[in-house]
Structure formats: C-alpha cells, structure tokens
C-alpha cells in the first residue's frame, strides 16, 4: 500500500490496495425518462469507486464487519452477510450508501414525495425564476375514476367521455400559463404570479438520500397502493439502484418488497385455524388478502 504526504499537508495520502472501478461506468450521469415532461436521473452516489470485482455492495459490508476488519471475505460471503443485515433489521450498513437524483415531475407528485424527510432536498425556485411551460396530461386510458375501496386512489379506467371532459379541464388550466407570464411581465412578483398555475406544473429538484431510507421510500412508492405516477417515478430510480447495488437490491426484493409482514391476531389465527380475533373491517380484509397471497383462501 502506497502512502505519502505532500508539502504542506497534515494528512496522508494513502494509494489504494488495487485496482479501482467506478460503478457508474465513467457517465457522467444516468437518465430515464418519465411521462411526458418529467425524467429521473441519477447524477452520483456513494461510493463511486469501488475494487475491482466489487459492487456499491462494497461499502455495505465494509461499515459492517468495520468492528473486526474486512478480511478475505469473498463475494459470496459479502452477499450473505447483506442478505443477513437485510433480513433482521441492520439499517446503519445500508446507510453508508447514498445516492444524488436530478429529478423532473409535476407538483402534486413532489407534495407526496417531500412527505419522505429523511432526504436533503433542493428545489427549483418559482421566487427566483420563471416556471417553465411544461404541464402533466395524461393519457385518456390514465383518467382513472375514485376507488371504491382505497379513498386516496383511483385504479380503474374512467369512461371515454368524462376522461375527455377531465383533460379538457386541464388544458383550460394550462392556459392560465400565458397570463402567468404576461402578469410577471407587468411587475407582478414572481413569488406570487406562482400561485396562480396548478399542481399539474414541473418542477425540479436536486434529492440525496442513503440506501436505508431509498429502500423505505420505494416499499411505500413501488407498492400497487401508491398513485400509479409516482410508482413510475419509484421504479425508474430503482432500475437504476440494481447495478449498483445488486445484492442489496435482492435482499430488499426479497426480505421487504415482496415479503409479507404478519401481526400476532394473524401468526394466531393460521396457528389455530380460528377467525382472525377482530371487529374491524379494514384490518379482516387485509388478512383475507394475505390469506389470497399464502394460497390459504
């Protein structure tokens, strides 16, 4: 291992023990595009460099075994102990990576984004700068109708009709774009010309977050309950996730995201074969939807 100290310096320099890779492949960023104006791109993380032959995985199981040293452990050692540190619950390893996103969307979406406080955030100001003209439409087959069973979503398609009805609401709304500008032109503050344009507006925002609470924020973004928009929003940032950190990304598909978590009346009821000890309809029919998905309905 090489070390020095330059003149001037009160730290070493320390070479590292082999060759290094950077994880990103030398992009200077990764971008996928996302409904009609909006993108997700991925614009650094940590670690960047990483041995050769290793994944962001490395620095997982490096904070890990930091008590007694790295050793020789090999890859398939490392997948083991992050599957290990997954499944029961170690968040601090997954902590020590972290991940920077440019991300475009329209503004109802940040307001249920910006909801995950665990990030550091910053945000495309409507104080300091003109909005841009870029409005959220979706298509007719996306003009879904209120769900009669989750009161925050909808999940069916509506009628051609009222979905035509529904867009031609936002175009008159998007037209209020022109006067936005026209006013701003005359002197009206920026600050408050904003408030005048809907939530179907973009904006941007710079959005760093470690790998532990990533994870959380798409458990709750990827989950079929979420609005479908920023489902897809959850699934381009964890497309770009999976090259990075493989291993993780398995164990969390598979300790979190496909798993199925089960409470003590539930654990009683398959142990007993007895109804499932509750008056309370919501909490029944989530069990009988876990009873679907166990093969035991």
Not at 50 to 72: C, H, L, M, N, W
Not at 164 to 178: G, P
Not at 198 to 217: G, M, R
Not at 254 to 274: F, K, P, Q, V
């Amino acid at each position: 291992m090489t070390q020095h100290i330059e003149a001037g310096e009160r730290f070493t320099r320390v070479a590292p023990e082999g060759p290094m890779v950077d994880v990103m492949g030398g992009s200077s960023r990764w971008d996928i595009k996302v409904h009609d104006h909006g993108f997700v791109s991925l614009v650094d993380c940590m670690p960047r460099m990483v041995p050769e032959g290793k994944t962001g995985d490395f620095a997982i199981v490096q904070a890990a075994r930091v008590s007694y040293g790295q050793g020789t452990k090999q890859v398939s050692e490392d997948r083991g102990l992050v599957r290990y540190l997954m499944r029961h619950r170690h968040s601090t390893p997954f902590e020590m990576v972290e991940f920077k996103f440019h991300i475009a969307m329209p503004i109802f979406i940040a307001r249920q984004w910006i909801r995950h406080r665990t990030a550091n955030v910053n945000e495309y100001s409507a104080r300091y700068s003109i909005v841009p003209d870029r409005f959220y439409r979706p298509s007719p087959e996306m003009v879904r109708k209120q769900s009669t069973s989750n009161r925050q979503g909808g999940d069916q398609p509506i009628d051609a009709g009222t979905a035509e009805d529904f867009l031609q609401l936002l175009e008159k709304a998007e037209a209020h774009y022109q006067e936005y500008l026209q006013l701003t032109e005359k002197g009206v503050a920026r600050e408050l010309a904003r408030t005048a344009l809907p939530v179907s507006v973009y904006t941007e925002w710079y959005w760093k977050c470690d790998l532990h609470n990533i994870f959380h924020f798409l458990s709750l973004r990827m989950d079929p309950h979420a609005q479908q928009e920023i489902q897809d929003y959850a699934r381009a940032m964890y497309d770009m996730l999976k090259p990075i950190v493989p291993q993780a990304c398995e164990a969390f598909e598979d300790y979190r995201l496909e798993a199925m978590h089960l409470t003590r009346l539930e654990i009683e009821s398959m142990r007993t074969g007895a109804p499932l000890a509750t008056q309370n309809k919501r909490e029944q029919a989530e069990w009988d939807e876990k009873r679907r998905r166990l093969g035991l309905a």
